[in-house]
């Protein structure tokens, strides 16, 4: 029993006296506790390819337990599409569309027959299952790899990137990466990281 000796019983030279420690603790309000608040964050450069340390951030984040998806746009070659995603660490799906190869930034008048068709539907589909998987709330993080790109060649509405940024899950953090980036786009993040060459 914790107990408090009284200085003047000693000083009296008499016994003791013993007065209890505790005290009643008076009514307190219970903690709130912060939910995490997602960030929107934009990596970007003039040229392509330069964002291995986004991806390696993600691979991260998804070994401590986070559910992330990586989807990119233009990177094809291997007619993945959104039901062939690659997963790692459990937590992890890495997904690009079902096209024959990588997209380049200037779509040649070949490109814009029959084939960009294709391309096009393989990449829209990549598009609605980010969203579907935001809609779910199921994700932690999701990096949209050269999604400016995409928007710069028609494959993606500006306004419908806007309006997923604007109705995300707030405790998601979305990554933004390549060049091409919309202006409108730039103003909603919250960090911006731009690689240069010199």
Same mark, same amino acid.
């Given at each position: 029993?914790?107990?408090?000796?009284?200085?003047? %019983?000693?000083?009296?030279?008499?016994?003791?006296?013993?007065?209890?420690?505790?005290?009643?603790?008076?009514?307190?309000?219970?903690?709130?506790?912060?939910?995490?608040?997602?960030?929107?964050? &934009?990596?970007?450069?003039? *040229?392509?390819?330069? *964002?291995?340390?986004?991806?390696?951030? %993600?691979?991260?984040?998804?070994?401590?337990?986070?559910?992330?998806? &990586?989807?990119? *746009?233009?990177?094809?070659?291997?007619?993945?599409?959104?039901?062939? %995603?690659?997963?790692?660490?459990?937590?992890?799906?890495?997904?690009?569309? %079902?096209?024959?190869?990588?997209?380049?930034?200037?779509?040649?008048?070949?490109?814009?027959?029959?084939?960009?068709?294709y391309d096009e539907k393989a990449i829209k589909e990549l598009w609605q299952f980010c969203k579907q998987r935001l809609i779910e709330?199921?994700?932690?993080?999701?990096?949209?790899?050269?999604?400016?790109?995409?928007?710069?060649?028609?494959f993606i509405e500006e306004n419908d990137l806007i309006s997923m940024l604007n109705n995300r899950p707030l405790s998601t953090d979305? &990554?933004?990466?390549?060049?091409?980036?919309?202006?409108?786009?730039?103003?909603?993040?919250?960090? &911006?990281?731009?690689?240069?060459?010199?």
């Amino acid at each position: 029993m914790n107990a408090r000796v009284s200085i003047n %019983a000693k000083q009296r030279g008499s016994s003791p006296s013993i007065e209890p420690s505790l005290r009643p603790v008076p009514d307190r309000r219970a903690l709130h506790l912060v939910a995490t608040q997602g960030q929107v964050q &934009i990596h970007t450069s003039t *040229f392509r390819g330069s *964002f291995s340390i986004v991806l390696s951030e %993600a691979l991260r984040s998804a070994g401590l337990g986070s559910k992330v998806l &990586i989807s990119q *746009f233009l990177r094809g070659g291997v007619n993945q599409g959104p039901n062939g %995603a690659v997963n790692l660490c459990g937590q992890l799906e890495w997904i690009r569309p %079902a096209i024959e190869t990588c997209l380049p930034e200037q779509l040649s008048e070949e490109n814009l027959s029959l084939q960009r068709k294709y391309d096009e539907k393989a990449i829209k589909e990549l598009w609605q299952f980010c969203k579907q998987r935001l809609i779910e709330k199921k994700l932690d993080k999701l990096v949209l790899d050269e999604i400016g790109m995409a928007i710069s060649l028609g494959f993606i509405e500006e306004n419908d990137l806007i309006s997923m940024l604007n109705n995300r899950p707030l405790s998601t953090d979305i &990554i933004l990466t390549g060049p091409s980036i919309p202006p409108k786009v730039m103003e909603m993040a919250d960090q &911006i990281t731009e690689l240069r060459c010199n």
